[in-house]
């Protein structure tokens, strides 16, 4: 079955202390995968089409976890865990968009991208790994706070994986960033709030 990795966080200073984390789309859907420190050469970590070849067999099934490390006769093996994955839990728009299903546009960062939504070009911002999940909570509740405001994009609707809320859409604006000379203007603005 075709794999495509689709966000990975690998440190590259310590690939042998730290486990390396992937999140793969495996057919119809998402896995995430944490390969354990030692499991494979720290040069092929942060390359994709270097590791796919090496990953072990990916059991079939709807899990959507798994550790791979090797066992006892030194094979990598995969471990499919029965967790449940942390979502956004600030829930407000009605809108559901299936996170795999908008074409991109433009790789921003690596949990940013410009994507092709209702026929324009919107901003989709996901947590790729549990440990991103607060800092999206709080940028959710940020939208949600000053929508109506006039102060920000609007949010379009939240980003899906099945049915685990992981992000978020946000119209696109064209501009620069604000900078020491518009200190005042910010102010202004957030004071009007």
């Not at 200073?13 to 057919?27: A, T």
Request: net charge negative.
């Amino acid at each position: 079955m075709a794999q495509e990795v689709l966000s990975m966080d690998v440190d590259t200073l310590h690939p042998d202390v730290e486990e390396s984390l992937y999140r793969l789309h495996v057919g119809s859907q998402v896995k995430y995968i944490t390969i354990e420190p030692g499991t494979f050469p720290s040069d092929i970590l942060p390359f994709p089409m270097d590791l796919l070849p090496l990953l072990p067999h990916l059991p079939p099934g709807n899990w959507v976890e798994a550790r791979v490390a090797r066992d006892s006769s030194g094979n990598p093996t995969a471990q499919p865990t029965n967790t449940t994955l942390p979502e956004v839990r600030e829930q407000w728009h009605f809108n559901r968009v299936d996170a795999l299903s908008l074409p991109f546009v433009q790789i921003m960062t690596p949990r940013v991208r410009v994507v092709q939504y209702a026929s324009r070009p919107v901003v989709s911002k996901i947590a790729r790994f549990y440990f991103e999940i607060p800092r999206m909570e709080r940028e959710t509740a940020a939208y949600r706070a000053i929508k109506g405001c006039g102060v920000g994009p609007e949010l379009l609707g939240h980003m899906v994986e099945g049915d685990r809320v992981i992000g978020f859409l946000i119209e696109q604006l064209h501009g620069r960033p604000a900078g020491p000379e518009d200190l005042q203007g910010c102010r202004n603005v957030v004071m009007s709030l």
